[in-house]
C-alpha cells in the first residue's frame, strides 16, 4: 500500500530541538517533490520545506529558513526534518507530503500523498 508513515513529534521548551520522521512506501514517480507542512491551531495549513529531486535542492520557508533542514535517506525510504532553535509560534501539527508534478512548492492540493500528522509542541 502506497503511503507515508510519520513519526517523532512531541513537546519541548523553547530553544530546544526535535526531528521528525516519515517513511515513504511510494512509487519513485511520486517522491518528484517532498515536503513538510504544518497546522496550527486555528490557522491553514502551511508549507514550510519542499526538496525537488530534479534538482536536489530544498525550498525553506522565511518562518524556519535557518532553523529546520530537510533531509533524505534514499537507503531509508525516509525523509527528516530536523527543527532546531524551537520557538512556541513553531507549535503546530506537522505533514508530510508527496507528489509526483508540483507547480507551488506549498500549495497542498499538488501534493497526492499525505502523512497521518503529528503534534509539535513547544513551550516559553
Known amino acids: 500500500q502506497e503511503q507515508l508513515v510519520q513519526s517523532g513529534g512531541g513537546s519541548v521548551q523553547a530553544g530546544g530541538s526535535l526531528r521528525l520522521s516519515c517513511a515513504i512506501r511510494l512509487h519513485t514517480y511520486f517522491r518528484n517533490y517532498m515536503a513538510w507542512f504544518r497546522q496550527a491551531p486555528g490557522k491553514e495549513r502551511e508549507g514550510i520545506a519542499c526538496t525537488y529531486s530534479g534538482v536536489e535542492r530544498t525550498y525553506y520557508d522565511d518562518s524556519v529558513k535557518g532553523r529546520f533542514t530537510a533531509s533524505t535517506d534514499n537507503a531509508k525510504s525516509t525523509m527528516y526534518l530536523q527543527m532546531n532553535s524551537l520557538k512556541p509560534e513553531d507549535t503546530a501539527v506537522y505533514y508530510c507530503?508527496?507528489?509526483?508534478?508540483?507547480?507551488?512548492?506549498?500549495?497542498?492540493?499538488?501534493?497526492?500523498?499525505w502523512g497521518q500528522g503529528t503534534q509539535v509542541t513547544v513551550s516559553s
Open positions: 507530503a508527496a507528489g509526483g508534478a508540483v507547480r507551488d512548492f506549498f500549495r497542498q492540493s499538488d501534493y497526492d500523498y
